[in-house]
């Protein structure tokens, strides 16, 4: 009994966090993996900003919003990093709880900012297809600047409370997480008390955040679309909606995994724990390596500027 007390309160000082559920043997496997997409993260969102501040014709609004994304993909990779790289790198699943909170603080800070990125670039394009004109204009580097600091504070505020909302909770039954990571909800369910505000508050961030952003973004792409539709040149009509291309897809990426993770942990609870920890570890690790690669090849700027970087170097050598 006094064994049991004693490890009870040693789990208020620590987590123990889960590479691939039941299988531990196995995570080795995955350090090259993991290694890989952290690279091509840096790498990619690396050579994004690069591009864009070299290249003085890409400095335009929709560029800058392209920029802030980038900045937003590498800092949400790098929340994940530390824990992930700790599991399968080193074999060292401990985190400490101070840790935790504070990871799981950034993890869905940034989720939020990147949220917030989207419907700005959503906002862009919206601009430049309905006022094309003035389109420089109303988003001047100041605007897009104030936009870019709004989003953080609003993302700061929202999630704030979340650390103090789990440390208030007394932890008294396991301390397995069930992800390589801290989240809320993860970290949540293993309180041995109501966890009834914790379950509210964090349904209201994701409806007032997550969820309205995705009706505003919904909402510009209507309103694209019926000025699109009032084009009188087929031509323009399709160079307009290209545009709109690599937004959509980056808005994809991020909605459409989000969404995955939701449905399983809310009807998915038969599968596999191994499928809960696959539909997190893709929402939160593809996006940031995805999003470069889609502007890279979905943007002809950028990918010439890109091809023309690459050249140069291969005329010099």
Same mark, same amino acid.
């Given at each position: 009994?006094?064994?049991?007390?004693?490890?009870?309160?040693?789990?208020?000082?620590?987590?123990?966090?889960?590479? @691939?559920?039941?299988?531990?043997?196995?995570?080795?496997?995955?350090?090259?993996?993991?290694?890989?997409?952290?690279?091509?993260?840096?790498?990619?969102?690396?050579?994004?900003?690069?591009?864009?501040?070299?290249?003085?014709?890409?400095?335009?609004?929709?560029?800058?919003?392209?920029?802030?994304?980038?900045?937003?993909?590498?800092?949400?990779?790098?929340?994940?990093?530390?824990?992930?790289?700790?599991?399968?790198?080193?074999?060292?699943?401990?985190?400490?709880?101070?840790?935790? @909170?504070?990871?799981?603080?950034?993890?869905?800070?940034?989720?939020?900012?990147?949220?917030?990125?989207?419907?700005?670039?959503?906002?862009?394009?919206?601009?430049?297809?309905?006022?094309?004109? !003035?389109?420089?204009?109303?988003?001047?580097?100041?605007? @897009?600047?104030?936009?870019?600091?709004?989003?953080?504070?609003?993302?700061?505020?929202?999630?704030?409370?979340?650390?103090?909302?789990?440390?208030?909770?007394?932890?008294?039954?396991?301390?397995?997480?069930?992800?390589?990571?801290?989240?809320?909800?993860?970290?949540? !369910?293993?309180?041995?008390?109501?966890? !009834?505000?914790?379950?509210?508050?964090?349904?209201?961030?994701?409806?007032?955040?997550?969820?309205?952003?995705?009706?505003?973004?919904?909402?510009?792409?209507?309103?694209?679309?019926?000025?699109?539709?009032?084009?009188?040149?087929?031509?323009? *009509?399709?160079?307009?909606?290209?545009?709109?291309?690599?937004?959509?897809?980056?808005?994809?990426?991020?909605?459409?995994?989000?969404?995955?993770?939701?449905?399983?942990?809310?009807?998915?609870?038969?599968?596999?724990?191994?499928?809960?920890?696959?539909?997190?570890?893709?929402?939160?690790?593809?996006?940031?390596?995805?999003?470069?690669?889609?502007?890279?090849?979905?943007?002809?700027?950028?990918? *010439?500027?890109?091809?023309?970087?690459?050249?140069? *170097?291969?005329? !010099?050598?």
């Amino acid at each position: 009994m006094t064994m049991n007390s004693t490890a009870s309160h040693a789990n208020h000082h620590s987590f123990i966090l889960t590479g @691939i559920p039941g299988m531990s043997d196995k995570n080795p496997w995955m350090a090259f993996p993991l290694g890989f997409l952290y690279t091509l993260t840096l790498l990619g969102n690396g050579t994004i900003l690069a591009v864009i501040k070299v290249d003085e014709s890409l400095h335009e609004p929709m560029y800058y919003f392209l920029s802030i994304l980038a900045v937003t993909d590498v800092s949400l990779s790098m929340s994940t990093s530390p824990s992930m790289l700790s599991i399968f790198w080193f074999n060292a699943p401990e985190i400490p709880f101070d840790a935790c @909170i504070t990871q799981m603080f950034f993890i869905h800070g940034f989720g939020v900012v990147e949220s917030g990125v989207l419907v700005s670039m959503a906002f862009d394009r919206f601009v430049a297809i309905r006022d094309p004109l !003035r389109y420089a204009s109303i988003l001047t580097p100041d605007i @897009i600047g104030k936009i870019g600091i709004a989003v953080l504070i609003r993302a700061v505020c929202v999630v704030l409370p979340v650390p103090f909302l789990i440390k208030r909770l007394p932890f008294c039954h396991s301390n397995v997480l069930s992800h390589s990571y801290c989240l809320h909800q993860d970290a949540m !369910r293993l309180a041995c008390a109501s966890t !009834r505000i914790n379950s509210l508050y964090g349904l209201i961030i994701v409806i007032f955040t997550l969820g309205l952003d995705a009706l505003i973004i919904l909402f510009s792409y209507m309103l694209i679309l019926k000025t699109v539709l009032g084009i009188a040149s087929r031509t323009e *009509r399709v160079k307009a909606l290209n545009t709109c291309l690599s937004h959509i897809c980056a808005v994809l990426l991020f909605y459409v995994p989000l969404i995955g993770v939701t449905m399983i942990h809310r009807f998915g609870k038969h599968l596999s724990p191994v499928v809960h920890t696959l539909m997190a570890n893709i929402y939160l690790l593809l996006p940031p390596v995805l999003n470069p690669i889609v502007y890279s090849v979905k943007t002809k700027q950028i990918r *010439r500027r890109i091809l023309h970087m690459f050249q140069g *170097r291969k005329d !010099r050598a």
